[in-house]
């Protein structure tokens, strides 16, 4: 069973005899039309976080045995959707910051065995090490893998600096200066996975920086206010 509001997925999908229905989940009687206290598992996979939310309680207030599996966009979006009855939550910025660890562990040399059991941890942790990952003062340690005194932490780009802001990282010379590696940029709503040394940083930016922490630590003293 699939609830869908594209009325030309709906079309396509029953040309290929997919039983799909066309209709609103936030409504509770649509809910009730297609069944939904048959179901064994619901997905929702919509971007607008408030109408997730209310099909979340519709579901839950017309049965307790359907496994809601939500999409989000933001990692400080679980919560409520998990209080609210959903059993798994799953952000996109989850899904960003899993590919920025892999760059980082395959980059330092780690066996493919190895993480792909770290990331394995991870999802089994319910993403308890990624909580805090959008916070410009946050960072996580890579728990369960021979990597002493390294870390990824996430810093923001707060000074108006000409040695940092507007250049590349080449001409920055933040790895000779710090110690330190860029491994990704969130600028806006854009994460930026694929850094080069031509890549640029600007004020506002938030870095994932890979290093040991008093190398992050002195980078950070360079870059705030």
């Given at each position: 069973?699939?609830?869908?509001?594209?009325?030309?997925?709906?079309?396509?999908?029953?040309?290929?005899?997919?039983?799909?229905?066309?209709?609103?989940?936030?409504?509770?009687?649509?809910?009730?039309?297609v069944g939904i206290h048959k179901a064994r598992v619901a997905v929702i996979a919509i971007s607008d976080p408030l109408a997730t939310k209310r099909i979340v309680v519709n579901i839950r207030s017309i049965t307790n045995k359907a496994f809601i599996i939500v999409r989000t966009r933001f990692i400080q979006e679980m919560e409520e959707n998990f209080k609210l009855g959903a059993d798994e939550v799953i952000?996109?910025?989850?899904?960003?910051?899993?590919?920025?660890?892999i760059r980082v562990l395959t980059k330092y040399l780690i066996p493919q065995d190895e993480i792909e059991n770290?990331?394995?941890?991870?999802?089994?942790?319910?993403?308890?090490?990624?909580?805090?990952?959008?916070?410009?003062?946050?960072?996580?340690?890579f728990r369960g893998l021979d990597l002493?005194?390294?870390?990824?932490?996430?810093?923001?780009?707060h000074r108006?600096?000409?040695?940092?802001?507007?250049?590349?990282?080449?001409?920055?010379?933040?790895?000779?200066?710090?110690?330190?590696?860029i491994v990704g940029i969130k600028r806006g709503e854009t994460i930026i996975n694929d850094i080069k040394a031509d890549t640029e940083m600007q004020q506002h930016d938030i870095l994932y920086v890979f290093g040991k922490s008093e190398d992050i630590l002195a980078f950070n003293d360079k870059i705030k206010i």
């Open positions: 069973m699939i609830l869908e509001l594209n009325p030309d997925t709906v079309r396509i999908e029953r040309e290929n005899n997919e039983p799909i229905f066309y209709g609103d989940a936030v409504q509770e009687n649509i809910l009730s039309h952000p996109e910025e989850f899904e960003t910051a899993i590919e920025i660890f770290f990331v394995r941890g991870i999802r089994s942790d319910n993403y308890d090490m990624l909580r805090s990952l959008p916070s410009a003062s946050s960072s996580s340690s002493p005194d390294v870390e990824v932490a996430t810093l923001t780009v108006h600096k000409k040695s940092v802001v507007g250049k590349t990282l080449l001409d920055s010379g933040l790895r000779h200066r710090f110690g330190v590696t």
